[in-house]
């Protein structure tokens, strides 16, 4: 699909690029609140509340299975508003996401625990959270999508980056908010302080709701629909990247992982180390938490910004490699028992995430054509959120099937990021036409990947990115 926006139309308008980037990034922080309380309650109180049955080891891996099992929406999560996105706007399906997403939210801070309704308590905890990761599996790519076909073309890094400096709030909000929900004590935080959190996320819902009901549709997404009006009808957008781009799929949901699977594991099983092997308090694992997360919303502009000046490619993959480089010394720094070596422990990881997570959603979304391009871009982010969810259970059976050690975890954080790394790499950029696309479009080549240049995957093309 190569016609230009605008053949034989009036030319299509660009929103204010930075009112849509602070639309975006409202949305994901209310994603990543949500999901981050919930996955600190999972490490926290969650064993103690749904699983008390069981002793704190069992009970713990449990609860962090909750995060895979629930998370298995997040791929069909992906289709259905990948097709909402790519069909009837992206606008409708962002609003939709989080009008889901808040709504289990709020929904997991009503549920009673084990105590009160025995076995259906876990249960209908794991199917809330399959309702929250439906919601999820079409909040991020829509928002990335949404900043990025928005934003001029020597920005869309640093204005695509906004929804991830959303995750940064998000997460700052969900620690912060727990920081100071233990401070009641934990007796009381498993009565009832964890419940604040999740009943705070309806306030944010509807802020961004607000928000999102007042922005334009995307100028690509409408150059999209133009021209494929006067075009045969095509395949649902699923179809086409199953059928067409499945090689683009997995080698960007590869290059997803680490960024994913790497954020649950510092943030689930570091703090759970941290409390139940450690001596930590509850407080000082949110706090280091919170602390990480001022990492990310500081430093994620200032890595789009240099990827927008040195290369998406490029900055992605020292922000990957640097996994391997903090895997083994963000242990030795927890293992001070000091709070400044915690606070550290969970900063560096974090750190290389941002490097590589501020401009991963821009490199990627150049890899499918705009037709198909929420739903490409949602169902590799997602179905690397669905690996990186089981993360936290896998290294904590890991941990305790090797004697409490934390070598295969570490281990584990190195493989992980170098499967990222290859799948980048083994993303080539495609040559000729793909490239002249991409420069027109305002992206380099390096946005383009390497696979057969049809109607699902023709690079960046000129009536998108």
Known sequence: ?????????????????????????????????DFGIYATAAALVFPELFFPE???????????????????????GAIVFGHIGDRFGRKRALIWSMTLMGGATVCVGLLPGYASIGVAAPI?????????????????GGAVLFAVEHAPPRRKAFFGSFPQVGDGVGYFLSTGV????????????????????FLLSAVLVLVGLVIRSSMEESPEFEAARLAEEAEEKQAAPFIAVVRDAWKTWLLASGAFLITVAGYYIVVTFMSTYAV?????????????????????????????????RYGLRKVTLTG?????????????????????????????????????????????????????????LSMSFQTAGLVGTLAPAAVTWLYSDFGNSWIPVALTFVAMALVSAVCLIACNPARGAGQAEGRAAGFGAETACAEKADGATAGAETAGL
């Open 54 to 76: 069981m002793n704190r080891a069992l009970g713990t891996l449990m609860s962090f299975t909750t995060l895979f099992v629930g998370s298995l929406g997040r791929p069909l």
């Open 1 to 33: 699909m190569s016609t230009a926006p605008g053949a034989g139309t009036a030319p299509l308008s660009r929103s204010n690029p930075w009112k849509v980037a602070g639309a975006s990034m409202i949305g994901t922080s209310v994603e990543w609140y």
């Open 124 to 140: 209908l905890l794991v199917l809330i959270r399959m309702i929250q990761s439906l919601a999820v599996g079409g909040e991020w």
């Open 276 to 308: 139940s092997d450690l001596g930590f308090t509850d407080s000082q694992a949110a706090g280091a938490g919170t602390a990480a997360s001022v990492v990310v919303i500081v430093c994620t502009p200032l890595a789009a910004l240099c990827a927008d």
């Open 320 to 376: 990957i490699l640097l996994h391997v480089v903090v895997a083994f010394p963000m242990f030795w720094l927890v293992d001070t028992h000091s709070v400044a070596g915690l606070w550290l422990a969970m900063c560096l990881p974090m750190l290389a995430s941002t490097i590589a997570y501020a401009s991963i959603g821009t490199l990627v979304s150049g890899w499918f054509a705009p037709r198909v391009r929420y739903t490409g």
């Open 178 to 197: 727990f920081a100071l929900m233990a401070l009641v004590g934990h007796r009381a935080l498993v009565d009832w302080g964890w419940r604040v959190p």
